[in-house]
């Protein structure tokens, strides 16, 4: 490197810079770029639905409010907060590549964020089967029936979270490609 004060080395002249500059190829950066942008957006999506069945799982164990604005959780309402981790590991995982906590985050997305949701749509089927049968609601969260609300928010976590599976399996494969061709060289 030549100062500002010095001259040039005889032997550059500025031109040589193209055989010498060599830059990645830009689609697997951008496609690594644009599925971490996915996954965010889906992890804000998924933060949200959390804070809905937290704040209903507080509101009725604080008894906030009435048991008739705001019914007693179901079952699979507890285990699905442990959906937390998951967003966690997949958070920490995007800024560095971090490919284990990208698989932590697969794995415990289906223990805590899927598996919930399955055994509460079973949960919940006699319960809602006895509404649109006999017309008849017995838990409510402000005024509408809990079930139905509650099968509304499990459609689309099981949305968001089957997409954050999908563009997390296409991260691990586009970072896991990457690495095998770094070992290459």
Known sequence: MTSRASARAASTNGSEFKPRERVAPAPP???????????????MVQLLI???????VTVSHLKLVSHNTVSMPFQWEYPYL?????????????PKNNISYLVISMISGGLFCVAPLLYGSMEMFPVAQQLYRHGKAYRFIFGFSAVTVMYVVMVIAI?????QLYYMKKLLDS?????QEKKKK
């Open 175 to 179: 970072w896991f490609d990457d690495t």
């Open 29 to 43: 950066y951008q496609m690594s770029a644009s599925l971490k942008s996915e996954v965010r957006r889906l992890n």
């Open 82 to 94: 442990l959906s937390l981790l998951p967003l966690l590991c997949s958070s920490l995982s995007l």
């Open 159 to 163: 949305q968001v979270h089957a997409w």
């Open 50 to 56: 959390w804070l809905l069945v937290a704040a209903q």
